[in-house]
Nanobody, 127 residues
Framework: QVQLVESGGGLVQAGGSLRLSCAAS??????????MGWFRQAPGKEREFVAT????????YKVDSMKGRFTISRDIAKNTVYLQMNSLKPEDTAIYYC??????????????????WGQGTQVTVSS
């Protein structure tokens, strides 16, 4: 069983920053072998891809407004993946979910690529 636990969400003013964390655990889960990703779901909208980090360490982001503002990273020693979010906008308001893909697989960029999900953390950006 793999558990993903997000933290770091909250209320922030537009232009501010937040860093989300996702701690992964599991008896047979070797963190460095798994691609990790962040998705988000705004009210009334479908869940969408934000960023992914491959098991090899490469990264990929959703193009458009997130580019240059969001940074995904990981700390293998802590089994934790992060999402640094800067210059936040009200439209970034959403529940942010951490996801793990298949071992040695591609980074999850679609919901069906993810094998494990966290419970989500709320990010609210006020104008």
């Amino acid at each position: 069983q793999v558990q993903l636990v997000e933290s770091g969400g909250g209320l922030v003013q537009a232009g501010g920053s937040l860093r989300l964390s996702c701690a992964a655990s599991g008896r047979t889960f070797t963190f460095s072998n798994y691609p990790m990703g962040w998705f988000r779901q705004a009210p009334g909208k479908e869940r969408e891809f934000v960023a992914t980090i491959w098991w090899s360490g490469g990264t990929s982001y959703k193009v458009d407004s997130m580019k240059g503002r969001f940074t995904i990273s990981r700390d293998i020693a802590k089994n934790t993946v992060y999402l640094q979010m800067n210059s936040l906008k009200p439209e970034d308001t959403a529940i942010y979910y951490c996801a793990a893909g298949r071992e040695y697989g591609l980074g999850p960029t679609r919901e069906r690529d993810a094998v494990y999900w966290g419970q989500g953390t709320q990010v609210t950006v006020s104008s």
